[in-house]
């Protein structure tokens, strides 16, 4: 998936990805965990939904302590999911639909199980360098070992250093202990990362997502944040776009589609890393309009979502990233966040409404839209009731730090169960058979239990049903040259309306989008014709339904 500098907005602007979670999409042989022989199985619907290229969540070996995100050999395939051939054999048959492939590349961190934290650990000093290892203070023991180098916190909970004793020293772990913070200063490890880039592209992969690449440059001089956990003096580092350009260059990987997730980034980074002229990365993602019900940015304590600061937030990156010349990628789901419809919608109400309001909010917009699993059914939250349904090391490390925080077991069980990354990970709806038709044996976490109503099957057959609505704006995108490249102006509204509009040689469309479910205020629009809208009839000029979303265009 080659993309030509000239054409790039038409290019990045037609395509739609969608992303999969490998464990929870489909089981092929009947472990309870998906596969890649499943993917293949499935390739048929997402053929029908129309999407161009798969993100798939890695499939390498890992002792799964982080699904995945724990890899331990970066090129090959971890038995759970399969073999490579099952790869091959999916790359085939993919390609084959005109399917593209996008491989996520964990490269901030690897497995404490990889062959090079093994040595590090067996005190060879080749390898301690490809790690952020720091020296203890004197006198540290195993019982003992004093202070760490920083007060930096893990994004799971608890301090991001882990002493060693053999070694007596400390190794940042920015996620879970078991994932080690690789130093990206040594130039060896840039090396070693860019050669397995050139491997998948010797296997014909054509597109890559980076995890969280936004964190791989580490200050020089580590200090103690007594502002805030640390994240503000490695997100976005000193050496970052230097390290990118490097790693794209030499992973010979320019100008194919490549995604970056971008953690507490800014725009000024996200342009930097997504104009064509840096030969960075395709886009960004960016997390801040997923805090917009985040008190004070706390992820673990619980209010409503804030629609005008939502649209503040749309607007600035919309507009920032088409004046900079940057590129966005679209969403609002993926494997780490709970479902949208179930946090920002009313899916006891308005489950239909609500969810198709959100696909409308995004995908019209400016920059590549992204469907996580599900989304495109209305899968919502997980109906879990006590916390042993849940898998996630996150979920499971806060459920206990907020209980040390004082909130008794049933309160912090309630914050988990809204903020959980389990609950948007349940596995795939596909029909109303046992187990939703996800797997024949059992399921490695539970399912929803309204996947007897909100399923692949019964949806498709349905032509009024949210998985309809979601292949029609996929056909949008590719049949509006509007939505595909042009600009992008918001457009003051009511509070909880988020209204904008799309231009291009001539060609005018405005999006109106209502976040609540009582009526609102609407435009007062020049005639246009209904481009797409979640309710069939046309309203009441002026006037804006419980959760509609409709776009209006003049050609
Ligand atoms: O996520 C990065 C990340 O920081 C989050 O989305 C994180 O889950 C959240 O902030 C915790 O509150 C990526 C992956 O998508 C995620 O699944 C991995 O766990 C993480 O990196 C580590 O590789
Ligand atoms: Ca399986």
Redesign the pocket.
């Known amino acids: 998936m080659t993309i030509g500098n000239n054409s790039r907005a038409y290019e990045l602007g037609s395509k739609v990805c969608y992303q999969i979670y490998i464990r929870s999409f489909s089981?092929?042989?009947?472990?309870?965990?998906?596969?890649l022989r499943?993917i293949t199985q499935r390739l048929d619907y997402l053929v029908d939904l129309g999407v161009d290229c798969l993100w798939i969540t890695p499939f390498f070996p890992s002792p799964q302590n982080d699904n995945g995100y724990d890899v331990s050999d970066y090129c090959a395939i971890e038995p759970?999911?399969g073999t490579m051939d099952d790869f091959e054999e999916l790359s085939r048959e993919a390609e084959a639909r005109g399917i593209g492939l996008m491989l996520d590349m964990v490269f901030n961190h690897t497995s404490t199980s990889h062959v090079w934290f093994q040595k590090a650990l067996a005190g060879d000093p080749t390898y301690i360098e490809y790690y952020k290892f720091v020296d203890a203070e004197p006198g540290a023991t195993a019982e003992n070992p004093g202070n760490p180098p920083t007060n930096w916190e893990s994004k799971f909970g608890g301090n991001a250093w882990e002493y060693v004793p053999q070694l007596n020293k400390w190794y940042l772990h920015l996620f879970d202990v078991s994932q080690a913070d690789l130093n990206w200063d040594n130039p060896q490890v840039r090396s070693e990362l860019a050669k397995i880039l050139r491997f998948w592209r010797s296997k014909g992969v054509g597109a890559f997502r980076f995890d969280v690449v936004n964190l791989i440059s580490k200050p020089e001089v580590l200090e103690n944040d007594y502002e805030g956990d640390g994240r503000r003096f490695y997100s976005d580092g000193p050496h970052i776009h230097e390290y990118l350009q490097e790693l794209v260059r030499e992973g010979g990987i320019d100008g194919l589609m490549t995604v970056g997730e971008m953690s507490s980034t800014s725009l000024e980074s996200c342009i930097g890393y997504s104009n064509p002229d840096n030969h960075e990365l395709s886009m960004t993602f960016n997390f801040h309009h997923l805090k917009v019900d985040y008190p004070g940015g706390e992820k673990w304590e619980l209010m409503e979502p804030d629609i005008v600061r939502l649209r503040e937030l749309f607007a600035t990156w919309q507009e920032g990233m088409a004046t900079g010349g940057g590129w966005n990628a679209l969403f609002w789901s993926n494997h780490d966040q709970p479902r949208p419809n179930s946090r920002f919608g009313d899916t006891d109400r308005y489950w239909r409404e609500s969810s198709e309001l959100l696909a409308v909010c995004t995908h019209l917009m400016r920059g590549t839209p992204y469907i996580y699993q599900g989304e495109e059914l209305g899968q919502t939250i997980s109906d879990f009731t006590t916390i042993d349904q849940y898998r996630d090391v996150e979920s499971l490390n806060y459920y206990r730090i907020l209980q040390e925080r004082g909130h008794s077991p049933k309160e912090a069980f309630e914050i988990v169960h809204a903020r959980s990354r389990d609950d948007g990970r349940t596995p795939m709806a596909w029909d109303d058979s046992a187990n939703a038709g996800f797997?024949s044996g059992e399921p490695w976490l539970g399912l929803s239990g309204n996947y007897t109503q909100i399923n692949a099957k019964a949806e498709m057959a349905d032509s009024a049903s949210v998985y309809s609505f979601f292949k029609r704006l996929v056909a949008l995108r590719k049949a509006e040259r509007t939505i595909q490249a042009g600009s992008i102006h918001f457009i003051e509204s009511a509070d909880k309306v988020i209204a904008y509009e799309r231009e291009l040689d001539g060609t005018r469309i405005v999006v109106q989008c209502n976040f609540s479910g009582v009526e609102q205020p609407g435009l007062a629009l020049d005639g246009g014709e209904v481009l797409v809208s979640n309710y069939d009839e046309p309203a009441a000029p002026g006037i804006l339904r419980p959760w509609e979303g409709t776009a209006h265009i003049w050609r």
């Open positions: 089981d092929s042989n009947g472990d309870g965990i998906g596969d499943g759970v999911f797997t």
